[in-house]
């Protein structure tokens, strides 16, 4: 079983629609957890971390959930430009990326 | 956030020759940096982990005398590929951290696309 798993989509929505993700990770230890976004051919770059309260970031909200080893991310009025791969990052000992959910936003 | 830099962004080399990539922690001291290796379409492979003044630590697979990295200061990393082929043609990705224990957060840098010919 792989450490990090996601839906690979991709997730097609229109302009304004919410979105959400989920990530299933195996390690019941893991630390830290982040989401990343990567745009094609670019490095990825750090979204949010997300913690066992949750937190939002304008129309970011990420989730944890350490009962069923699961995090989420909810995209509320996409923009286009939200368009691109999102990463599922879990850290236990090192760093564990999730294979990327693309998610294509069309107007 | 933390700026990581690398350097070159791209470069094609024929088959046999080695090629260097440095990444730099441009507005802060890593105390670790990581090197990962991206196929297309595929998620970042960790290759090593390399703290200041030590030798890197290796993920299972990847051979140490093939990929050569040094960490010289808390702000600059290099990976060497030795006698690089065709196979190791890929997206070369460095991150840098600052903090240590499990919480770190980690910058990446813009990541070195290598085409071996």
């Known amino acids: 079983r792989k450490e990090v798993e996601q839906d690979p989509g991709p997730f097609n929505v229109p302009e304004g629609a919410t979105v959400a993700f989920n990530c299933t990770y195996s390690?019941?230890?893991?630390?830290?957890f982040f989401w990343y976004r990567q745009d094609c051919r670019k490095e990825p770059k750090l979204l949010m971390s997300?913690?066992?309260s949750g937190n939002e970031d304008g129309r970011f909200t990420a989730q944890l959930n350490r009962a069923s080893q699961y995090i989420s991310l909810l995209i509320r009025d996409s923009k286009l430009s939200d368009s691109a791969t999102y990463l599922c990052?879990?850290?236990?000992?090192?760093?564990?990326f999730g294979s990327g959910t693309k998610l294509n936003v069309k107007p | 956030g933390a700026v990581v830099s690398q350097h070159p962004s791209r470069v094609i080399c024929k088959s046999g020759t080695s090629v260097k990539i440095e990444c730099r922690s441009l507005?802060?001291?890593?105390?670790?940096m990581f090197w990962y290796r991206q196929f297309p379409k595929k998620s970042l492979m960790l290759m090593a982990t390399?703290?200041?003044?030590?030798?890197?630590?290796?993920e299972q697979g990847v051979e140490k005398d093939k990929f050569l990295i040094n960490h010289a200061s808390l702000t600059l990393s290099t990976l060497t590929v030795t006698s690089a082929h065709p196979e190791d043609s890929s997206f070369y990705i460095c991150?840098?951290?600052?903090?240590?224990?499990?919480?770190?957060?980690?910058?990446f840098g813009p990541g070195t696309r290598l085409t071996v010919l």
């Open positions: 390690n019941s230890a893991s630390q830290s």
């Open positions: 507005d802060f001291q890593a105390t670790t």
């Open positions: 990052v879990v850290n236990f000992n090192k760093f564990y």
């Open positions: 997300v913690y066992s």
């Open positions: 390399s703290n200041e003044g030590s030798k890197a630590t290796y």
């Open positions: 991150s840098a951290s600052w903090a240590s224990g499990l919480t770190d957060t980690q910058y």
